[in-house]
Each structure stands twice: as structure tokens, then as C-alpha cells.
């Protein structure tokens, strides 16, 4: 299992409010051969662009994002560094970004930890490790990146690869077999006390026969917990997953929430976010009668969230778990949204703690467009 390390951030959150999302749920195009390549990595770099200009331009409430989340394998490797220099420089303080970048070779991964040292030193020393021992340089690696704009503007780049197997390492033979990441970071924002981490699809489900990724993560954040009265308060999957509602997915997120063991006040008030792309995702083979979408968010039952349903998203239990979710549809959106507080503290209130404050589509013509009251009101009358 992977080891967590905890990283300190000069991160000032409004004390007593909540934090803004935004969850990415746009496109893959990869090549049919397992490498797990975007086809067209300029096309992808200009939708992820636009995306980006939206943040930075803030209209409306965009100003208040605190988290904005892309799948998996969403960013094209070649575009990276553009991308970190557009965070750089538009951005606003105070605002952590999560992308999932395509596959490249370990020495590719290497050079990015080498040119982050600062703020990746276990990871990077865990690799070195792993190239001294093996003739691995070319190895694959899925990888993700987060990269944080702290109070004083300061950028600091976070590196992790995921430590699940896929479907082409499912061979006799070595070639196809990813890097395995061994080494996750645990963001703490300092001075507020929010707590977060973020992990790579699979990552989230992956067991051997004696031990889980998820109970390390629960571990960590009990200890958190009883050394500091903090909890984890935030859990985001970056998604490239054509089931994601499949029963392992739905089994974790049941002894995540469940207690069934033990109390875990660590997790109890774990925001989980699941990141999926759209379903014109394209380039997985033997994909079948299988979806992408359904990006969700989960929180625990006492939230006391009730049902609804809408064109664009529901609300529901996940099939009788003791949690709540909010699960959006398979199309290509943005959903903005806030991230619940401790809700239970005033269990008087009626109010929800979750609220969509935006749904946007893309426009046709590069750029992405608000869903106004009147569209989403037309969609459920036309629903109904």
C-alpha cells in the first residue's frame, strides 16, 4: 500500500464558511492501444484553456473557487508547463487545481520531480529507489498534478502516480505494465484547518489480500484526528473510468461511511468528490455497452439530504448507503458547487448544506456558457 505524507499550506479559507468546486466533467480522446495517449493533445489543451480563462475572468461567483477538479489523463503532458504558468499568473490566491495528466515514461515523470524537488522530495526519492533497482526508464506512468496558489501567491506543483494496475497490465508479459506510485500527499491548509488529498481512480479501490489504499487513508486521518482534532475534510478521484459506478466503487464507499467496525471520526465528515469524464470519451477498448460521466459527490447520511431528481443531476442514497449523493449526468459540464460544512453541528436547521451554484455546457464555439434558471426550469417541465 502507498505511504501518505503530509504537506503544509499557506491557505487562508474564510474561518466559518464553506469552500467552492469545480468539477470538470469534459472529454477523453486516447488511442486505442492501451498507452492511455490523447489523440489530439492540442484540441484537449484548448478546451482545458478555455476552461481555465473562465476561472480567471470570475464572473459571477466563479471568484470564490477554492478547488477545480479535472479527470484523469485529462491534461496532455506537452501542455503542462503552460498550464502551471497560467495558474501563476491569472489565477487568485487561495486556489488548488487537480489535474490528471496522460501517460508518460518514468524519465519524463523524473524530470518533473527533479524540476519540483522542493515540494516532492518523498516522492522523488521513492522513485530513484525504484529506477536504481530496475531497468525501468521508459515504464508508463498515469500521473496526476496538483499545483496550489497559496495566500502570497506563491505556486507550489505536487506530483503523484497511480499505484493500481489497469487492464494492460492483465498479461504474461511486462511491457504494458504501469509505474506504481508509492508515495501520496496529505494537504494541510494552515492557518484554517482544512484537510485534503486526492487520488487516481483506482487508487481509491485497490486491496491486496490482507490490506486496503481506502483503510490507509482512514488510518491517516484518525491519527489526524486524535493528534489534532482535525479531520479529513475533503477526498477528490480523478476519474478516466467507463463504470464508475461499478460494485467495488459502490463496496469502498460503503466501509468508508458504513462505521460497521468502528467509529472513524477522521472520515465521518469526508467531502468525497469523483471527478469522471463525459461520455463523448473515446479510445478505451472492449468499452461495450459501458458509460463514462456520472461525476458525484458524497457525503455522510447525517447531512440528512433528501431525494430529488433533475435532468442534470439527483440526489439519492446510492442504493441504501448511509450516505448522501449528489450524482450528475454523463454529459460534458461543469458543475459548480459548494462543499458541505459540518452540517450535524445545528442539526435544527433545514437548510442544505450542498448547493449547485452553476452548471455549465460548452458553447459551440470554444467557450462555455451558464445554464440559466429558465434552461434547467424548461429541462424539468420537459421531463415531466
Not at 142 to 151: D, G, I, L, M, R
Not at 164 to 186: M, N, Q, S, W
Not at 319 to 341: D, I, K, Q
Not at 372 to 383: G, I, N, S, Y
Request: with cysteine.
Amino acid at each position: 500500500m502507498f505511504e501518505i505524507v503530509e504537506k503544509n499550506l499557506n491557505l487562508e479559507f474564510t474561518l466559518g464558511h464553506h469552500q467552492h468546486c469545480l468539477v470538470c466533467q469534459i472529454p477523453n480522446s486516447l488511442q486505442v492501444d492501451e498507452s492511455c495517449r490523447l489523440t489530439d493533445p492540442d484540441s484537449h489543451w484548448a478546451r482545458i484553456r478555455s476552461i481555465l480563462e473562465l476561472v480567471a475572468d470570475g464572473q459571477g461567483n466563479l471568484k470564490k473557487l477554492h478547488f477545480l477538479v479535472f479527470p484523469e489523463s485529462s491534461m496532455p503532458a506537452s501542455h503542462l508547463d503552460e498550464a502551471l504558468d497560467f495558474v501563476r499568473r491569472r489565477f487568485r490566491p487561495n486556489t488548488v487545481t487537480m489535474f490528471g495528466v496522460e501517460h508518460v515514461g518514468l524519465h519524463e515523470y523524473l524530470r518533473m520531480l527533479e524540476r519540483h524537488r522542493e515540494d516532492n522530495e518523498e516522492v522523488l526519492d521513492s522513485v530513484l529507489v525504484d529506477s536504481d533497482a530496475g531497468d525501468i526508464a521508459d515504464v508508463p506512468v498515469n500521473w496526476a498534478v496538483v499545483a496550489v496558489k497559496e495566500t502570497d501567491g506563491r505556486l507550489r506543483v505536487f506530483l503523484m502516480a497511480k499505484s493500481h494496475p489497469y487492464a494492460g497490465e492483465e498479461t504474461i508479459d511486462p511491457f504494458r505494465d504501469l509505474y506504481r506510485g508509492k508515495v501520496f500527499p496529505l494537504f494541510r491548509c494552515l492557518p484554517v484547518g482544512f484537510n485534503f488529498m486526492a487520488l487516481i481512480c483506482l487508487d481509491y479501490i485497490y486491496r491486496d489480500l490482507y490490506q486496503s489504499n481506502i483503510s490507509v487513508v482512514i488510518e491517516k486521518a484518525n491519527d489526524l484526528f486524535f493528534r489534532t482534532r482535525q479531520r479529513l475534510d475533503l477526498l477528490a478521484i480523478l476519474e478516466c473510468n467507463p463504470k464508475p459506478e461499478h460494485r467495488a466503487f459502490r463496496d469502498v464507499v460503503n466501509g468508508f461511511y458504513g462505521e460497521y467496525l468502528a467509529y472513524t471520526p477522521g472520515v465521518r465528515d469526508t467531502v468525497t468528490v469523483f471527478c469522471n469524464v463525459s461520455e463523448d470519451s473515446s479510445g478505451l477498448p472492449d468499452r461495450g455497452d459501458k458509460t463514462f460521466g456520472y461525476s458525484s459527490v458524497i457525503i455522510h447520511e447525517s447531512h440528512k439530504i433528501g431525494a430529488v431528481e433533475f435532468p442534470e443531476f439527483e440526489i439519492d442514497d446510492f442504493g441504501a448507503l448511509p450516505v448522501c449523493r449528489l450524482r450528475f449526468g454523463t454529459r460534458t459540464r461543469l458543475y459548480y458547487f459548494n462543499l458541505p460544512l459540518f452540517h450535524e453541528l445545528d442539526p435544527r436547521t433545514t437548510r442544505f448544506p450542498l448547493k449547485i451554484h452553476g452548471i455549465f455546457r460548452p458553447s459551440g464555439n470554444g467557450d462555455w456558457v451558464r445554464m440559466a434558471d429558465e434552461e434547467l426550469k424548461k429541462l424539468v417541465l420537459e421531463q415531466q
